[in-house]
């Protein structure tokens, strides 16, 4: 870890876990010294070993805040996060296993790919959920726990949330069954609230750039960094929006997760003879929101976009690139980085740049030599999330020795891509 400090230039200190300036790309520090020079920063920026440029704020970036939130130091993919489950079976049996569709893997991501909309597809019928079915009942004008006190034509629709819980998404969204070092199977979904913390996200930060816009904010409006006070009725409302964006996704991953378990399940008793399954572990973590929490003498809200929370003894989830290796990780609670870790490898190149300088046959090569399945139904963008596209996840573990202790490592047998 190394600090960037010049205090004729910048409030408060830059604590960056990388080895030293030259691992820092030029745009993601330009942006990390916007949020050193915001008026309410608090104590420190932080910034994880997976950080890069984002928008407005970087990716892997940890920014606590006094009297204000901030829409885009959250993110358009509010509660984007992880899911993780951890059985006794046997990996190899999805590779040794043959069914009528291929192997057990194929047969089990062609089965997935079936069940779980991908990319900007929703389902046809809405799902049930009882936590929508909750939400819906706190929408009467009288009822004290009624969420949505601040409403908007351009602010999701209840019923949408209905079409879209249960669904994986595009970009680098993913469903992966994968093998631990002891050959066990374990299943991971990353997903976020989708369309509807994209509206959210989109809103809020509207309304921010014109109320700054109007107040006059010592916060250039080019920074992407607009603020809402938290004793206006918009913070308020954006926090109890963005809460239930977060949960959205809590319960979208949850979702995914039941229906790909009972698909995986249900093949390994059908065609491995495999009925009693134990699951020995259950994560399902956010890695981009805001939370008031405590700190260094001082209640604070702290937005961590791209980075998850890692305090002692808490269970984290740390993919790594599309075919890599993915960590299950134990927090080591350090104050320095506001009890936060990286939440994957991090980019070193944009998504357009890696179609541009990887092909579709580069990418598929490298998933035969590594004998993974691959479920994607438009494979012309796949180079988007090809592992040279990533930093080595290795060298971001070694990296934040100091903020997590790594519990599991997994290596991908198949992966569903939106």
Known sequence: ????????????????????????????????????????????????????????????????TEDVIIPNAVGVDIGCGMGFIHTDVPASVLREVNTPNGSLAQYMVGNIMREVPQGFNHHKRPQP??????????????????????????????????????????????????????????????????????????????????????????????????????????????????????????????????????????ALEKFAGISTIEINMEVNAHHNYAALEEHFGGRVWVHRKGAIRAEQGELGIIPGAMGSYSYIVEGLGNPESFNTSSHGAGRVMGRREAVRQFSLEEVMEDFREKDIVLGKQRKRDTAEEFFKAYKDIDEVMNNQQDLVEPVLKLQTIAVVKG
């Open 1 to 64: 870890m190394f600090v960037i400090f010049n205090p004729s230039e910048q409030l408060v200190p830059i604590k960056v876990w990388l080895p030293g300036p030259e691992h820092l790309d030029e745009v993601c520090r330009r942006q990390a010294m916007n949020l050193a020079n915001l008026p309410f920063a608090f104590r420190h920026i932080a910034l994880m070993p997976d950080t890069h440029a984002g928008y407005g704020m970087p990716i892997g970036g940890v920014l606590a």
């Open 129 to 266: 959920s009882k936590f929508l079915d909750k939400m819906v009942k706190q929408q009467k004008p009288n009822d004290p726990k009624r969420l949505f006190n601040y409403g908007h034509k351009k602010l999701p629709e209840i019923e949408e949330a209905y079409y879209q819980i249960g669904t994986l998404g595009g970009g680098n969204h993913f469903i992966e069954l994968q093998e631990d070092e002891e050959g066990l199977l374990g299943i991971m979904v990353h997903t976020g609230s989708r369309n509807i913390g994209y509206k959210v996200a989109s809103y809020f930060n509207d309304l921010a750039r014109d109320m700054n816009r109007k107040m006059k904010s010592p916060v250039p409006l080019e920074h992407d960094l607009a603020y809402l006070p938290l004793d206006t009725k918009e913070a308020q409302g954006y926090i109890d929006w963005m809460n239930f964006a977060l949960e959205f996704a809590r319960h979208n991953r949850a979702l995914i997760m039941e229906r790909v378990r009972r698909i995986v399940f249900d």
